[in-house]
């Protein structure tokens, strides 16, 4: 009867599984040929009006297959790059192309296509243009059709390695109720936007305001506030940050000098570069944004901005005009610029569908694709009870089409929303990109820290841009004049390596069974080792021993098998590639000490993030004080202490990236808890994370959030010391104080030691709490030794510099532990030995 049950169970359980089974479509045939193209993205899966583009072009396949048995049906299958920032983190897109499994198709920002391109991992696409329009297929890409700064930042060196697929551009956005309060009116009482630098700091200087206090409480204009970097002040000032050629970086041109002083000089109107960032970290976006709230008079932002402002801010009266220009370019006659920008279509070079994956592209920038995009964004938008505001478009024709449309010919849509749209668009052909180089990122990175330093009073603009020039300019003598190295062949590691384990194994089994050879080793390497008669014993009953020594074997091989396969060779290879010039898409380049040599005498960011991290070692005493503190309170023997233990050790375990968004909340300086509690009491509180001074101090702070961690070890070393000591003690006549000092603190000791050997590690390998709440800034006062060796890596490259910093940081963190092993037997001291 069993045996029945378990039959039946098995025959539904089959059942079901059959039914469940993925079935091919009933369009297909057993004979049909299907290719999936992989697409990479940074939203994740494909959705929404994208979704219909995909379903049509997989529905097209499959008609023109019908057509033509000879031609494939195309499957779409989409994931995403798992980085907060795909440009910056391209970590995962990099490790699929240099392991051989990369997308058929990437999503990836226009600017950050040539850095990558540079060194091999896209596919040019020239030929394909070229073969498609002798060929005069309907779906050709036309270069002419495209706005000339789209299509130029898709070119590296001349050659094509992505298609546009959007654009953007920027506008200045203001609010007019605000300046009509400020008299910033024409003879008919219609607010005037400012046309030059000189009008834009007036404008800011009059409609700024500020409390009793001196705080700012209506901005007029923060220069970074939007969408707008040093880059768009270089731009307006007739600078640019690369020669022609793209060999020389003009990070520290005299126009870009001027330009970074003009933003230092706004924010010294505002009242100083400190307060304007504290009064912008209370600023919230959506149905709050500031702009409609009346606490920024104007702002340079992109052109997303009007779809947003179309649903929430129908009752303000909105202004756009083109960015102000200084006296430099006004002299040349332009009196308008603008910073465009956008994503883009790339195929990475080992692609395994190329063709597939061109056949995408050509389809997904195609006049049809865009117009059931953009039908489907607006059904999507009505079914919302939402005004459809269509996104830029970097093919001219089509963008003047819808935005005709969906916008200019609506009355539906407000007359200031029209006027904006028209206004953004207008400025897409004048706007300039970001320089397209393979020191892109780098770049934007200096010159965010060189503003951060100007602006902070660190150093004068010129200094500050010469420094980041000279590091541009470093990498960039790098990249176009390679060190000179050998290339490694790496079969004597994948070959030696099983053999260095073998060898390592054998000998420990020879070492633990044979005497003889045992003595030999002793003698070779003159090791005072002497026989034992229980050796005597296992070497002349080696069966029961041995069979001892197999079955220990087999019980720890699981960790010994992770060990070998997934640490012990990657350790041993970065040892190697420490001594390599390597960038994961490159083969490696054998370059000797070079890495070590510039990381000890001519990386000026490494004494930096050092201090940095050092610094940060003050918070080991801090953090034992307080959970041997809070320990020492629920060591009592009160009803219910096991519930107070619970919630102090509650924050312990709550995710560190949750935990990091809850303290940037609460360390916000508008409107964070800590300062309105500080607030309460008549204190001013700190621009917690923005300050240079305060953000290790915030980050120390933090960490005692988390003391009921380390509470658990100090009440388990309590809960060891015996009642007796501190009963003797007491009937001796000693206090609660003496008590603790020779009682309690002896015995903790080795409790003492455990928290100060691991403290010391943890704070030298410290990373996620700087990666997710300040990036490194202000200042680089964050940018933590581990953090500028995930830089190095992942962001600009350095595979083989980042190598020789790991080993650095572990010859440093193995040093001190010794040290502190070594010291530790004239303070620690144990049970036996009290």
């Given at each position: 009867?069993?045996?029945?049950?378990?039959?039946?169970?098995?025959?539904?359980?089959a059942l079901?599984?059959y039914?469940?089974?993925?079935?091919?479509?009933?369009?297909?045939?057993?004979?049909?040929?299907?290719?999936?193209i992989?697409?990479?993205?940074?939203?994740?899966?494909?959705?929404?009006?994208?979704?219909?583009?995909?379903?049509?072009?997989?529905?097209?396949?499959?008609?023109?297959?019908?057509?033509?048995?000879s031609?494939?049906?195309?499957?779409?299958?989409?994931?995403?790059?798992?980085?907060?920032?795909?440009?910056?983190?391209?970590?995962?897109?990099?490790?699929?192309?240099?392991?051989?499994?990369?997308?058929?198709?990437?999503?990836?920002?226009?600017?950050?296509v040539?850095?990558?391109?540079?060194?091999?991992?896209?596919?040019?696409?020239?030929?394909?243009?070229?073969?498609?329009?002798?060929?005069?297929?309907?779906?050709?890409?036309?270069?002419?059709?495209?706005?000339?700064?789209?299509?130029?930042?898709?070119?590296?060196?001349?050659?094509?390695?992505?298609?546009?697929?959007?654009?953007?551009?920027?506008?200045?956005?203001?609010?007019?109720?605000?300046?009509?309060?400020?008299?910033?009116?024409?003879?008919?009482?219609?607010?005037t936007p400012?046309?030059?630098?000189?009008?834009?700091?007036?404008?800011?200087?009059?409609?700024?305001?500020?409390d009793?206090?001196?705080?700012?409480?209506?901005?007029?204009?923060?220069?970074?506030?939007?969408?707008?970097?040093?880059?768009?002040?270089?731009w307006?000032?007739?600078?640019?940050?690369?020669?022609?050629d793209?060999?020389?970086?003009?990070?520290?041109?005299?126009?870009?000098?001027?330009?970074?002083?003009?933003?230092?000089?706004?924010?010294?109107?505002?009242?100083?570069?400190?307060?304007?960032?504290?009064?912008q970290?209370?600023?919230?976006?959506?149905?709050?944004?500031?702009?409609?709230?009346?606490?920024i008079?104007?702002?340079?932002?992109?052109?997303?901005v009007?779809?947003?402002?179309?649903?929430?801010?129908?009752?303000?009266?909105?202004?756009?005009?083109?960015?102000?220009?200084?006296?430099?370019?006004?002299?040349?006659g332009?009196?308008e610029?603008?910073?465009?920008?956008?994503?883009?279509?790339?195929?990475?070079?080992?692609?395994?569908?190329?063709?597939?994956?061109?056949?995408?592209?050509?389809?997904?920038?195609?006049?049809?694709a865009?117009?059931?995009?953009?039908?489907?964004?607006?059904?999507?938008?009505?079914?919302?009870?939402?005004?459809?505001?269509?996104?830029?478009?970097?093919?001219?024709?089509?963008?003047?089409?819808?935005?005709?449309?969906?916008?200019?010919?609506?009355?539906?849509?407000?007359?200031k929303?029209?006027?904006?749209?028209?206004?953004?668009?207008?400025?897409?052909?004048?706007?300039?990109?970001?320089?397209?180089?393979?020191?892109g990122?780098?770049?934007?990175?200096?010159?965010?820290i060189?503003?951060?330093?100007?602006?902070?009073?660190?150093?004068?603009p010129?200094?500050?841009?010469?420094?980041g020039t000279?590091?541009?300019?470093?990498?960039?003598?790098?990249?176009?004049?390679?060190?000179?190295?050998?290339?490694?062949?790496?079969?004597?590691?994948?070959?030696?390596?099983?053999l260095?384990?073998?060898?390592?194994?054998?000998?420990?089994?020879?070492?633990?069974?044979?005497?003889?050879?045992r003595?030999?080793?002793?003698?070779?390497?003159?090791?005072?080792?002497?026989?034992?008669?229980?050796?005597?014993?296992?070497?002349?009953?080696?069966?029961?021993?041995?069979?001892?020594?197999?079955?220990?074997?087999l019980?720890?091989?699981?960790?010994?098998?992770?060990?070998?396969?997934?640490?012990?060779?990657?350790?041993?290879?970065?040892?190697l590639?420490?001594?390599?010039?390597?960038?994961?898409?490159?083969?490696?380049?054998?370059?000797?000490?070079?890495?070590?040599?510039?990381?000890?005498?001519r990386?000026?960011?490494?004494?930096?993030?050092?201090?940095?991290?050092?610094?940060m070692v003050?918070?080991?005493?801090?953090?034992?004080?307080?959970?041997?503190?809070?320990?020492?309170?629920l060591?009592?023997?009160?009803?219910?202490?096991?519930?107070?233990?619970?919630?102090?050790?509650?924050?312990?375990?709550?995710?560190?990236?949750?935990?990091?968004?809850i303290?940037?909340?609460?360390?916000?300086?508008?409107?964070g808890?800590?300062?309105q509690?500080?607030?309460?009491?008549?204190?001013?509180?700190?621009?917690?994370?923005?300050?240079?001074?305060?953000?290790k101090?915030?980050?120390?702070?933090?960490?005692l959030?988390?003391?009921?961690?380390?509470?658990?070890?100090?009440?388990?070393?309590?809960?060891?010391?015996?009642?007796?000591?501190?009963?003797?003690?007491?009937?001796?006549?000693?206090?609660r104080?003496?008590?603790?000092?020779?009682?309690?603190?002896?015995?903790?000791t080795p409790?003492?030691?455990?928290?100060?050997?691991?403290?010391?590690?943890?704070?030298?390998?410290?990373?996620?709490?700087?990666?997710?709440?300040?990036?490194?800034?202000?200042?680089?006062?964050?940018?933590?030794?581990?953090?500028?060796?995930?830089?190095?890596a992942?962001?600009?490259?350095?595979?083989?510099?980042?190598?020789?910093?790991?080993?650095?940081?572990?010859?440093?963190?193995?040093?001190?532990?010794?040290?502190?092993?070594?010291?530790?037997?004239?303070?620690?001291?144990?049970?036996?030995?009290i």
């Amino acid at each position: 009867m069993r045996f029945a049950k378990f039959l039946l169970l098995m025959t539904v359980f089959a059942l079901l599984l059959y039914l469940l089974a993925p079935k091919r479509s009933p369009l297909l045939s057993p004979g049909d040929k299907i290719i999936e193209i992989t697409y990479m993205a940074p939203g994740g899966p494909i959705g929404g009006a994208m979704a219909d583009m995909v379903k049509a072009f997989e529905q097209e396949s499959r008609e023109s297959h019908r057509r033509n048995p000879s031609k494939p049906i195309y499957r779409v299958v989409s994931g995403q790059t798992g980085a907060v920032d795909q440009n910056a983190d391209p970590t995962r897109f990099l490790i699929s192309v240099s392991g051989g499994m990369p997308p058929d198709v990437i999503f990836f920002a226009r600017y950050a296509v040539a850095e990558w391109a540079a060194r091999g991992a896209f596919l040019p696409l020239d030929e394909r243009i070229e073969k498609d329009l002798n060929e005069n297929h309907p779906d050709a890409i036309q270069p002419e059709r495209f706005y000339k700064p789209a299509w130029d930042e898709s070119l590296y060196q001349g050659r094509l390695y992505s298609i546009p697929n959007g654009i953007d551009t920027r506008a200045l956005v203001y609010n007019k109720d605000l300046f009509r309060r400020a008299g910033l009116v024409d003879e008919n009482g219609e607010p005037t936007p400012p046309r030059t630098w000189e009008q834009l700091r007036q404008y800011a200087k009059k409609l700024t305001q500020f409390d009793e206090n001196g705080n700012v409480k209506v901005l007029g204009f923060s220069p970074n506030y939007g969408n707008c970097w040093l880059y768009m002040y270089a731009w307006m000032n007739d600078g640019d940050f690369l020669s022609p050629d793209g060999l020389k970086c003009t990070l520290n041109d005299s126009r870009c000098v001027e330009a970074l002083q003009f933003i230092v000089d706004l924010y010294h109107d505002a009242g100083g570069y400190q307060q304007v960032m504290a009064f912008q970290s209370g600023l919230q976006g959506g149905a709050l944004d500031p702009l409609i709230l009346g606490k920024i008079a104007m702002k340079i932002d992109i052109d997303w901005v009007m779809n947003w402002y179309s649903q929430v801010a129908r009752d303000m009266d909105l202004g756009v005009a083109p960015p102000p220009v200084s006296p430099r370019l006004l002299a040349k006659g332009q009196s308008e610029i603008s910073w465009g920008g956008g994503w883009c279509y790339s195929i990475p070079i080992n692609a395994r569908n190329k063709e597939a994956a061109w056949d995408f592209i050509r389809f997904m920038v195609s006049d049809r694709a865009f117009d059931i995009f953009m039908r489907s964004e607006k059904e999507n938008a009505e079914a919302q009870g939402r005004l459809f505001i269509p996104i830029m478009l970097p093919i001219r024709d089509l963008n003047e089409k819808y935005i005709n449309e969906y916008v200019l010919s609506n009355p539906r849509v407000p007359l200031k929303i029209r006027r904006g749209c028209r206004v953004f668009t207008d400025l897409i052909p004048i706007s300039h990109c970001r320089p397209v180089t393979p020191v892109g990122h780098l770049l934007w990175n200096r010159h965010v820290i060189a503003t951060e330093e100007a602006c902070y009073g660190k150093k004068t603009p010129q200094e500050a841009l010469d420094y980041g020039t000279a590091i541009v300019q470093a990498e960039l003598d790098l990249i176009h004049h390679p060190r000179k190295g050998k290339p490694v062949n790496w079969s004597f590691f994948f070959m030696g390596y099983p053999l260095v384990i073998l060898g390592l194994f054998g000998g420990a089994y020879l070492w633990d069974t044979r005497i003889g050879f045992r003595k030999k080793i002793a003698r070779l390497f003159s090791l005072k080792h002497e026989i034992t008669a229980e050796d005597l014993v296992q070497g002349s009953k080696g069966g029961y021993f041995r069979s001892q020594w197999w079955w220990g074997f087999l019980f720890v091989s699981p960790w010994v098998a992770g060990f070998v396969l997934f640490a012990g060779g990657p350790l041993l290879f970065s040892i190697l590639m420490s001594f390599c010039d390597y960038d994961i898409l490159k083969p490696a380049q054998w370059i000797g000490m070079e890495n070590y040599r510039y990381l000890l005498t001519r990386d000026e960011l490494i004494p930096k993030a050092m201090a940095n991290t050092v610094f940060m070692v003050i918070g080991i005493p801090i953090g034992m004080i307080a959970s041997l503190g809070i320990a020492l309170l629920l060591n009592a023997k009160i009803r219910g202490i096991s519930i107070w233990r619970t919630f102090f050790y509650l924050p312990a375990i709550i995710p560190g990236v949750a935990s990091f968004i809850i303290w940037i909340w609460m360390l916000n300086p508008a409107g964070g808890l800590l300062n309105q509690t500080l607030k309460i009491v008549g204190i001013q509180g700190p621009n917690w994370l923005g300050s240079e001074v305060w953000s290790k101090p915030s980050f120390i702070f933090m960490g005692l959030w988390g003391a009921g961690g380390g509470m658990l070890i100090w009440l388990a070393g309590l809960k060891d010391i015996s009642e007796q000591y501190y009963e003797a003690a007491a009937i001796d006549g000693a206090s609660r104080i003496q008590q603790f000092r020779h009682i309690t603190l002896p015995m903790l000791t080795p409790y003492i030691f455990f928290n100060l050997v691991m403290g010391m590690i943890g704070v030298f390998q410290i990373f996620d709490i700087a990666f997710i709440m300040t990036g490194g800034g202000p200042v680089n006062s964050t940018l933590f030794y581990v953090y500028y060796l995930f830089n190095n890596a992942f962001r600009f490259g350095h595979m083989g510099y980042a190598s020789a910093m790991a080993w650095i940081l572990f010859i440093i963190i193995f040093i001190l532990t010794v040290i502190q092993i070594k010291t530790a037997r004239h303070w620690v001291h144990y049970g036996s030995e009290i």
